[in-house]
Every structure is written in C-alpha cells, then in structure tokens.
C-alpha cells in the first residue's frame, strides 16, 4: 500500500492593498458584475470577472431559473462567455466576488465542484493555468491553477488509450 498526500497552497491576504493592481482591477469587476446576477431565489448574488492573455476582461453573474437545475453560476457564465468570444484566446485568472444580505461576504466563496471542472476543461484547453482569485470582505485567497482545487480530477487525458 502507498499513500499520496496531495497539498493545495491558498495565498490569504486580509485586504484588496496588499494585491498587485491586475488583481485588484480583476475584483472590482467581480464585485460590479454581483449587480447583474439574477438571483430570486437564493438572494445570492455572484460575480466573476474573467481575464483573457489578451487584456480582454469578461463579466458574467449568475443566473438562476424557477427550475432549478436550469440556472448557471457567474463562474460559468463568463468563463462560457469568454470561450465563446474569444474562442483562441486563453483565460489566465478569474476572480470571484459574492454578495447576499446587503454586503459582500466576509469570507471569499469558493467554486462549487461544476464550475472547477469547468474551468479545469478551460486550463486544459490553452493550456495556461488559470489563476482563481476569491475575494471576500476580510479575506482573498488566491490559488494558482484550477487544477488545485480539483485534485484527482477527470479530463480528456484519462479516456486516453495507454
Ligand atoms: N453560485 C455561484 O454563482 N457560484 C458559486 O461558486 C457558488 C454558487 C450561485 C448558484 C446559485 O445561483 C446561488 O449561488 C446559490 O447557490
């Protein structure tokens, strides 16, 4: 028997000051697309802000349905958005702001499990790693590579023949 730790390192910073001015850019972005989200339902308001290699900057928010299965999160309507407007270009970071009780959380909300495969499929695809920026009121963690948040992960590399 063999045993594998695998480790994940999340940057933390306590404030928007002590980021570099790409990344603070890229937040407020998330925070302003929180007030286009469509959230009825949840009153959980989510936006994401999605950075191209070619300094193109893709907002999306999250979308929700009376069906609910139906509804999308903000990580995947922009990372969706940007794939198809800018099919060549790569995505290099995505940051993630939340808004629910008449402020921004606290504490940054990280990707459910469909949105990290998603952009996973993103990474893989241009094969750049997405920097994942999740931002809160008190704190932003910071993870280089989507493929972090989901070790162990299935992508098109496992259906290969060997
Ligand atoms: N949601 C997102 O948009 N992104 C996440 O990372 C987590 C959850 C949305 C989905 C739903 O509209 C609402 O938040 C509550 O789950």
Not at 27 to 48: C, D, H, L, N
Not at 126 to 143: A, E, H, N, T
Request: hydrophobic content about 40%; charged content about 20%; overall charge negative.
């Amino acid at each position: 028997m063999k045993t594998t730790e695998i480790t994940t390192i999340v940057y933390e910073y306590n404030s928007v000051d002590e980021l570099n001015a790409q990344d603070r850019n890229l937040i407020e972005k998330a925070r302003q697309a929180t007030k286009s989200s469509y959230a009825p339902y949840s009153g959980f308001q989510v936006g994401a802000a999605v950075l191209l290699a070619n300094g193109e900057i893709i907002c999306g928010s999250n979308q929700e349905n009376a069906a609910f299965p139906s509804g999308l999160c903000a990580e995947r309507v922009s990372v969706f958005a940007a794939n198809a407007g800018f099919p060549d270009v790569p995505v290099i970071a995505v940051a993630v702001a939340s808004f629910s009780g008449n402020e921004f959380t606290p504490m940054p909300v990280p990707p459910c499990g469909s949105c990290r495969q998603v952009m996973l499929e993103t990474q893989e695809r241009f094969k750049y790693p997405i920097r994942i920026i999740l931002s809160g009121k008190d704190r932003i963690w910071i993870v280089e590579g989507i493929d972090k948040l989901l070790p162990l992960s299935f992508t098109s590399d496992c259906m290969k023949k060997s």
